[in-house]
């Protein structure tokens, strides 16, 4: 792979402007006509569209600047170097554990790839409790269109691998429609590796698409550099401080990478991720006259379901996702009982090792059988009822983020049905045993003999394994200041120059793997928010 192209390389060799960590120190002062903080999904599209109407875009990342030679399908390189906190973000009460990208790219870097539009029940809800008519189907179809084929988002066309092929398997056996999931890549190799970074540039991230695109515009990027807080007068963003950080996020040492750095702007994007983002505004003291920010932040928590099988399954080969169903979301009223989404994930050994419950020779016994394993997943569909109000972004005493994200009892109860689900579609599939991902489980040898375990089981947190890779909220969108933090065209409420671009937008969970919603939505802020700057028209090519 090493003979593969690398367009970060040969866009730095063309003379991208790159600085930060390696790339060179960054001045202690920089004025553009946009700054925009993040570079994942939303910052992404962002930059492409603003610097081709023209503007002069900055684009400031936390985490470094990697590229396909420095992604070597190895766990121990990946996580530490591409994840928040490496890869062991928790919730406060250390119930959740929240994988998040970050890295030039962010998320995109490391997801795997599975892309679906806003579910219509989901724009319907919104334009219903937050007053937000413009969002309907019809409304964000052609931005949907945009953000597909700029970033070749397909149904995946080859036959599902192995661990995606039981999940559809076990699903006809008891007459649940299955679907193939839309991928965001061009010439994949399956390698499965997706999680850990590209190494052949398949996967069409922020990454290899629309930053560098945005830089071959002239955009700059600064790397290593942490976006902590807005300076901000009557109702405008005048500055926004930030500060050099070393790859591992501690802050620099030497010499001037101590010193602020001040990024003057004429027209701010916030883009920094759900959390992040609420947690720049926070340090910030942004208005916040209804106390909004930071709250209604949504995860979709993720129940597992572990299963052994006597064929091989090796779930980290193939693509990692490519079958999943909405039965249970499209059967229940979106208000009533939680709905959930299934998928299989890949497995790769740390993430394995990690999540399954127990100690000593029972966890020795499982790892066994890791050749063999089958794992399902469910994304509850939170944020619809009086009972899953979410989380909230909260800043530590040194100013850090974390999220407070109690678990009702209606959201577990939801989760024992998830797993009650998961559970009958593996020995619907043939699987031999099948463990729930619960420390008081034990692995069963049949349906009924789960069945009748599972009901029992104390849905408690951190008894239940719970982790959550799609974060959203904490900036919510609404027709109204008192129902959100941002207006429906992207714009903080209370600052006329700052835009929030992110998955931090949404009011809900979104009830679907959330790349391509984002993708859609920024895509139209971002081309109403270059038309306003700059009078042109511009759109994703």
């Known amino acids: 792979m090493s003979q593969l192209p690398d367009p970060i390389r040969e866009g730095i060799q063309r003379g991208w402007k790159v600085l930060g960590g390696a790339m060179g120190p960054v001045p202690e002062k920089i004025v553009c006509d946009v700054a925009i903080i993040g570079s994942g999904a939303g910052a ?37 170097s591409l994840y928040q906190e490496s890869a062991a973000r928790k919730t406060e009460d250390k119930a959740i554990s929240i994988l998040q990208g970050r890295c030039v790219g962010g998320s995109t870097t490391v997801n795997w790839t599975s892309s679906f539009r806003t579910p219509a029940a989901t724009l319907q809800f919104w334009q219903e409790r937050f007053a937000l008519s413009g969002y309907t189907a019809q409304a964000l179809a052609p931005y949907f269109a945009q953000a597909e084929q700029r970033l070749n988002i397909t149904p995946w066309p080859v036959a599902p691998n192995v661990n995606n092929e039981l999940l559809r398997r076990g699903a006809a056996q008891l007459g649940i429609a299955t679907a193939a999931i839309s991928r965001n890549v061009k010439g994949c190799w399956s390698l499965g590796s997706c999680g850990l970074g590209c190494p052949t540039n398949a996967k069409q991230s922020m990454l290899v698409t629309t930053i560098p695109a945005a830089l071959d515009l002239g955009a700059r990027l600064l790397t290593e550099t942490r976006a902590e807080h807005f300076e901000w007068s009557n109702g405008q963003v005048r500055a926004l401080v930030c500060r050099s950080v070393a790859p591992n996020g501690a802050l620099a040492k030497a010499g001037r990478a101590q010193s602020a750095i001040k990024v003057v702007a004429r027209h701010y994007v916030l883009a920094g991720g759900a959390i992040n983002s609420p947690a720049v505004l926070l340090r910030s003291g942004a ?115 974390v999220l407070d994200y109690p678990l009702t009892d209606y959201v577990m109860e939801g989760g ?107 895509n139209r802020l971002a081309q109403g928010l270059a038309k306003r700057l700059t009078g042109r028209d511009v759109a994703l090519a």
């Open 44 to 80: 992404g599209i962002s930059a492409e569209l603003l610097a081709k109407a023209g503007l002069q875009v900055l684009i400031i990342e936390e985490g470094p600047l990697k590229s396909s030679h420095d992604f070597h399908q190895k766990e121990s390189e990946a996580y530490p």
């Open 416 to 522: 024992r049905r998830a797993l009650l689900s998961m559970m009958e579609i593996q020995f619907a599939a043939g699987a031999r045993q099948v463990l729930p991902l619960h420390e008081m489980a034990e692995p069963y040898t049949s349906w009924a003999q789960a069945r009748e375990a599972v009901k029992a089981l104390p849905m408690k947190p951190r008894l239940v394994k719970i982790m959550s890779a799609h974060v959203m909220g904490g900036c919510g969108l609404a027709g109204s200041a008192q129902w959100g933090v941002t207006r429906p065209d992207g714009v903080h409420w209370q600052l006329d120059n700052l835009s929030i671009h992110d998955g931090s937008l949404f009011p809900t969970s979104i009830g679907a793997n959330p790349q391509l919603s984002i993708y859609g939505a920024v």
């Open 287 to 401: 208005p916040d006259p209804h106390g909004r920010l930071g709250a209604r932040t949504f995860l979709h928590p993720v129940l597992m379901s572990s299963s052994v099988f006597a064929q091989k399954v090796e779930a980290w080969n193939g693509a990692p996702q490519s079958v999943y169903t909405d039965h249970f979301l499209d059967t229940q009223a979106i208000d009533g009982p939680m709905g959930y989404k299934l998928e299989a994930p890949p497995l790769h050994p740390m993430i394995f090792a990690a999540t399954v419950p127990g100690l000593g020779q029972r966890q020795h016994e499982l790892l066994k059988t890791f050749p063999h394993n089958h794992t399902l997943l469910a994304l509850l569909r939170d944020g619809f009822h009086d009972e899953a109000p979410g989380g909230q972004v909260r800043l530590r005493g040194d100013g850090s983020a």
